[in-house]
């Protein structure tokens, strides 16, 4: 069945560094593909989405390229924030209106 | 986009009891989901509320654990039924829109069970 796998953290930076979190998908034809971002005690929050091979999601200094060639959705910001700290999902959306599947989730930490 | 609501925001529960959540949103939508996420964890899929029939759970949820009720396009319930400190989690609600293949997530609810 179709799944999701992505980098398992936790991932410390410090502020302004480079960021990149990784995500592969498996799936039968083409999902669409997402990352969600879960503040302290708050819910999913959508980030950034790209519906087809090629596609560039961006929101927030944030990025992800769909890669058909390599089955990756990677998320990748060039220079973090204390306010950036949080827990990243990367997420595939079959054909099947039910069909969507989450990674285990990234939990990022930006120190001043 | 929707706006989703969600109420009770956090709850702390006695063993045995049950809790009903609560999921409001802003405009007619076809899609509604209850997930868990359980401590540290990613999110797992409980069931998808269908408006007007029963709804439609994931293997390993039962709907005499979980009863679900849709009497409408813009809400939704979901019970916690006999509850014990491993249903403790955070509940979350999520809207898909007619013809745009993304979720919205509600704030979640977060239980406590002791």
């Known amino acids: 069945g179709d799944s999701v796998t992505q980098m398992e953290g936790p991932v410390t930076l410090s502020e302004e560094a480079f960021l990149t979190i990784n995500c592969t998908y498996t799936?039968?034809?083409?999902?669409?593909l997402f990352w969600y971002v879960q503040y302290p005690g708050e819910g999913l929050q959508l980030l950034l989405k790209?519906?087809?091979?090629?596609d560039k999601g961006s929101n927030k200094g944030f990025e992800a390229t769909y890669r058909k060639e390599t089955t990756s959705f990677h998320l990748e910001k060039g220079s973090v924030q204390v306010s950036d700290s949080a827990v990243y999902f990367c997420?595939?959306?079959?054909?099947?209106?039910?069909?969507?599947?989450f990674g285990a989730g990234t939990r990022l930490t930006v120190k001043p | 986009s929707a706006v989703i609501s969600q109420k009770p925001s956090r709850d702390i529960c006695q063993r045995g009891t049950s809790l009903t959540i609560q999921c409001q949103v802003d405009?007619?939508?076809?899609?509604m989901f209850w997930y868990r996420q359980q401590p540290g964890q990613s999110l797992t899929l409980i069931a998808t509320?269908?408006?007007?029939?029963?709804?439609?759970?994931e293997s390993g949820f039962v709907i005499d654990k979980f009863p679900i009720s849709r009497p409408n396009l813009t809400f939704s319930t979901l019970t916690v039924s006999n509850m014990s400190p491993e249903d403790s989690s955070i509940y979350l609600c999520?809207?898909?829109?007619?013809?745009?293949?993304?979720?919205?997530f509600g704030p979640g609810t977060r239980l406590t069970v002791l």
């Open positions: 790209a519906t087809k091979a090629d």
């Open positions: 509320a269908n408006q007007g029939s029963e709804a439609t759970y």
């Open positions: 997420a595939a959306h079959g054909y099947n209106n039910n069909d969507m599947r």
């Open positions: 799936a039968t034809g083409y999902p669409s």
């Open positions: 999520s809207v898909e829109i007619a013809g745009v293949d993304t979720q919205y």
């Open positions: 405009s007619q939508v076809t899609m």
